[in-house]
């Protein structure tokens, strides 16, 4: 299998996940490691009493083993993104950003023109840049050539787990890849089958959350998931057969030992 | 009144690395684990500025959490 290059960085798995909605620590650390990712989302939150989810994430993973990428998830606008963008490489001492910018509470659509803006003073900082937009193939090709290090297309909306819905924009993606950067297929999968589904259209990786963390068997389903995005891309590579209008017998045609009508039998 | 995580605070007079610590033991992070914004001035690891605070500061004290 290709190996898949991010800003110089080489990656050995093609699944990205998000640390986000597990029940605890010890649950979300076993289901990480069975997913075999190593690039992992966070997010940058204040430091609060009593609220969920806000565990400090430093001391419950071995950051040894995974790369951190901090998201900016919460910004509504891009002078909002570039905080969290600073603040995410401040605590992590990382320059990558998933760079998120949604003002849109109930479908979580990305905002393609602050996402734009934030991208491009976010370039000139020397981030690497990893955007989440509308599976849009013109604003992808414009982040491109701002210099963001991939681009993060939606599948369906965030948590949502309707899948694929989206596959024909992200097919256009998959044909234009020669003057795209990596493509990273990103949000609302449901099922490793879709998982799969995205890395046969072509994608170079798929990050995965909800569809995980809200298994019923997180640590399995992560392990699914990975297993189907070594193979998604496996197939893409080995090229799939011709496609045909009627059946063409796998089995064959002459020799076959029934009797003729002319036979005395 | 200084501004802490969002909420008005009496801490005038008390240095950046005092508040730090005394959020970060609340919620038991280490203040290493934690970044610290003060007038919207990024400050890293430990290197606080020792100044006291005054009325009118507005501090954040931001880790890593779960997300996506």
């Known amino acids: ?265 | 009144m200084v501004w802490i995580n969002g909420k008005a605070v009496e801490a005038e007079g008390k240095s950046l690395s005092e508040v730090v610590e005394a959020v970060c033991g609340q919620r038991g992070i280490s203040p290493d684990a934690v970044a610290v914004m003060l007038n919207d001035e990024i400050w890293v690891k430990g290197r606080w500025p020792a100044r006291p605070l005054a009325t009118g500061d507005v501090v954040e004290v931001v880790a890593m959490m779960q997300g996506g």
């Not at chain 1, 089958?193 to 809200?214: F, H, K, P």
């Not at chain 1, 496996?234 to 009627?246: I, Q």
């Open chain 1, 1 to 265: 299998m290709s190996e898949l290059v991010i800003a110089g960085r080489r990656l050995n798995s093609r699944l990205f996940v998000g640390t986000g909605k597990y029940r605890d620590f010890a649950l979300m650390r076993e289901a990480l490691e069975a997913s075999g990712a190593e690039v992992v989302t966070v997010s940058v939150r204040r430091v609060e009493v009593g609220a969920a989810g806000h565990q400090g994430l430093l001391e419950a993973l071995d950051w040894q083993r995974y790369r951190v990428l901090p998201n900016t998830a919460g910004a509504r606008t891009a002078v909002e993104a570039l905080r969290l963008a600073r603040l995410g490489r401040a605590l992590t001492g990382s320059d990558w950003v998933k760079l998120e910018v949604i003002p849109d509470p109930t479908y979580l659509l990305p905002d393609p023109l602050e996402t734009y803006r934030a991208a491009e003073a976010l370039v000139q900082e020397g981030f690497a840049v990893l955007p989440y937009i509308a599976p849009d193939p013109v604003l992808a090709h414009k982040l491109a050539c701002l210099g963001c290090a991939t681009v993060m297309p939606l599948a369906a909306p965030i948590g949502s787990g309707q899948g694929l819905k989206n596959r024909a924009m992200l097919e256009i993606f998959a044909r234009q890849r020669a003057v795209l950067p990596p493509v990273v297929v990103d949000a609302g999968l449901r099922w490793p089958s879709e998982a799969a589904g995205a890395m046969e259209l072509g994608a170079d990786a798929v990050l995965v959350n909800t569809a995980i963390a809200e298994a019923q068997d997180p640590v399995a389903m992560a392990a699914a998931f990975g297993q189907a995005v070594r193979a998604g891309r496996m197939a893409y590579e080995a090229g799939p057969m011709p496609e045909r209008a009627s059946a063409s017998p796998s089995s064959p045609t002459q020799g076959v030992p029934l009797p003729q009508p002319e036979m005395p039998l």
